[in-house]
């Protein structure tokens, strides 16, 4: 996977849009047998990428944490560049690993304070890389952001892997926080209208526009126009025409063209409402 290395630009979108999920410090440092040391948020680098995102209209972008560094890494981002919101959290793949969770989460909780953190996350549950061991750690963790997101009344950005029925149940249980995210959307039609019917937005990254994806695009036809995002979850998951090269922010612009075309929107319109929805979600906190 992403063996083609960084995929070209694609042409400009008439409007400009938000990525409301990237991993710009994996983009840059690789991962796997390949990583490198991760480049400092000011490094030249970063700001290419997104200059590059910006020309082509993904004029924001949101980069998501998934552990203490990298969640600090993101608000320092977002600190020196207007154009990022920052997502703080402990990945529940990460949760279950942490010899000592409850400091991890605290840390956390001060990250979620500073003024360009947008949101938490991202959390949530993943049974597919998780096992039962880990899953107690991993739904602990997951309150604990319910519980920071409501306090600083910031957005909840959540990963669900093949666990969509515990994730509504603890969300219910504990109650939501106003603005919650459904990240890297992977639910099916019926899915989709339960989050719907809770005010969950729903955010489609580069797999939407799969070949054998249809049932995340039935799901996206049944998802509210008002609760539609777009992402790129990069350097994972980049959509066709480019699929298998590094995902990259600019190349969310793909998965609007695809969506908009998938739902018969005009597409100056939609990425208006997209680029609406994210400000919502996002950034009316500050309101
Ligand atoms: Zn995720
Ligand atoms: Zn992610």
Redesign the pocket.
Known sequence: MNRKGPAPLPEPLPAPITDT???LDIVTAGYGEDARPVPAPTDNVIRELIDGAEAVGVGTMVE?G?DVTSSRWAAELAETDGRVLAAAAL?PNEAPLLDDLDSALAEIDVLAARPRVAALG?TGLDYFRTDEPGRDAQRRSFRAHIEFAKRHGKALAI?DRDAHEDVLSILDQEGAPERVVM??FSGDFAFATECARRGFYMSFAGNVTFKNAERLRGAASVAPAELLLVET?AP?MAPVPVRGHANHPALTSYTARFLAAHLDRDLEKFCLQLSENARRAFESWQD
């Open positions: 999920h990237t991993h998501v998934t990945h991202e990963h990240h890297c979850d994972f």
